[in-house]
């Protein structure tokens, strides 16, 4: 019985993800902090689809969507080791 929607889990988990990252890399370090707020607008729902695109091919590809969420843990967990450790 279980199991029957691990594809449209995989679609909004690493769609989301996706977007965040997307959204972090775009606003925090590739672009300058003076935009106008039409291109704000416009990139944020670029990092929207980009985000959506990655996670339709992860629910696609069921070995692909895991391999996603699990280096997207593995680096959270080794993160969040890191800073209760060392910061």
Known sequence: MGMRFK?????CS??????IFFVYL???VLL???LPGWAN???FTLCVILGMFLGFF???SYNLGMFIVGAWAGATLG?????????
């Open 26 to 28: 775009f606003f925090g």
């Open 7 to 11: 594809g449209v889990t995989l679609i």
């Open 41 to 43: 607008t416009v990139i």
């Open 32 to 34: 300058p902090d003076f």
């Open 14 to 19: 690493i769609g989301l993800a996706a977007t």
């Open 79 to 87: 993160f969040m080791i890191f800073d209760a450790v060392f910061v």
């Open 58 to 60: 992860a629910g696609a």
